[in-house]
C-alpha cells in the first residue's frame, strides 16, 4: 500500500498565485521528501525536510512537517507557467532502505 | 556529468518477447533502484540494488529480474513480457547504502514508455 498520499489530486491556478499541496503518510519517518515531474520527463527532487525538523525553505519553496498529524505540505509562492508539473511526497519506512511514492498532485499554472 | 541515463527511450513489445532495460549512473552511487510509473498509481518500486552485489524484491517484482552488472549499471530484465507489463519504467539512484538508504535523495532517469500488446 502507498505510504503517502497527496492531495489535491489536481490544482489549477493562476501565475503569481500561491499553490499549496498537502502529503499524509501512514507510519513513522525519517524524512520527507519532495520531488517534481514534468510531464513526459523523470522525477527531480526538490526538497527533503527531516523528522527533526518542522520547517524547510527552498527559494520560491516552503515545506512544513507535523509528524503528530502524519502530514507534511508543499507551497510554492509566486507561481510560474513554467511550475506546471505533478508534485510526489516520498518518504521511508523507519529503517527502509527505499522510498515510498504518493500518487502526485498535478498543478496547472495558467500565465 | 550524464547523471542517470535509461536506453531505450521508447519499446513496443509482443506478449511473450523478453527485454532487457539498462540503467547506468556515473555519480558513484551506492543505491540503483527501479520502478514503474502507471496512471493513477505513483511509482511502485520493482527492485532496488542498496548496494553493488546486492538486489531486493520491491513491491511489485513479478515478472522481472535485475542484475547489478558493477557499480554504474543496472538492468531489468521481463522475460516474458505481458500486457500488464506495459508502463513507464524509471532508474534512479542514490548516495545512500544499505539500511539507511531511504534518507537519501534519489536521481532519476528519462524514463522507458514501454507497450506491450
Known amino acids: 500500500s502507498q505510504q503517502g498520499e497527496e492531495d489535491p489530486q489536481a490544482l489549477s491556478i493562476q501565475e503569481g498565485e500561491n499553490a499549496t499541496m498537502n502529503c499524509s503518510y501512514k507510519?513513522?519517518?525519517?524524512?520527507l521528501q519532495w520531488y517534481r515531474q514534468n510531464s513526459g520527463r523523470g522525477l527531480v527532487h526538490l526538497i527533503l525536510i527531516r523528522s527533526n525538523e518542522r520547517e524547510k525553505h527552498s527559494g520560491r519553496l516552503r515545506v512544513t512537517l507535523d509528524t503528530s498529524k502524519k502530514s507534511s505540505s508543499l507551497l510554492i509562492t509566486a507561481s510560474r507557467a513554467a511550475d506546471t508539473a505533478s508534485y510526489f511526497c516520498a518518504s521511508p519506512k523507519t529503517g527502509a532502505n527505499n522510498l515510498f511514492f504518493g500518487t502526485g498532485t498535478r498543478l496547472t499554472v495558467i500565465p | 556529468n550524464a547523471g542517470v541515463t535509461q536506453t531505450p527511450k521508447f519499446q513496443v513489445l509482443k506478449t511473450g518477447q523478453s527485454m532487457t532495460l539498462q540503467c547506468a549512473q556515473d555519480?558513484?552511487?551506492?543505491?540503483m533502484y527501479w520502478y514503474r510509473q502507471d496512471p493513477g498509481m505513483g511509482l511502485r518500486l520493482i527492485y532496488y540494488s542498496a548496494s553493488e552485489g546486492t538486489t531486493d524484491k520491491g513491491e511489485v517484482p513479478n515478472g522481472y529480474n535485475v542484475s547489478r552488472l558493477n557499480k554504474r549499471e543496472f538492468s531489468l530484465r521481463l522475460e516474458s513480457a505481458a500486457p500488464s507489463q506495459t508502463s513507464v519504467y524509471f532508474c534512479a539512484s542514490s548516495a545512500g547504502t544499505g539500511t539507511w538508504s531511504g534518507d537519501y535523495e534519489q536521481y532519476f532517469g528519462p524514463g522507458t514508455r514501454l507497450t506491450v500488446t
Open positions: 507510519t513513522s519517518i525519517n524524512n
Open positions: 555519480m558513484n552511487h551506492n543505491s
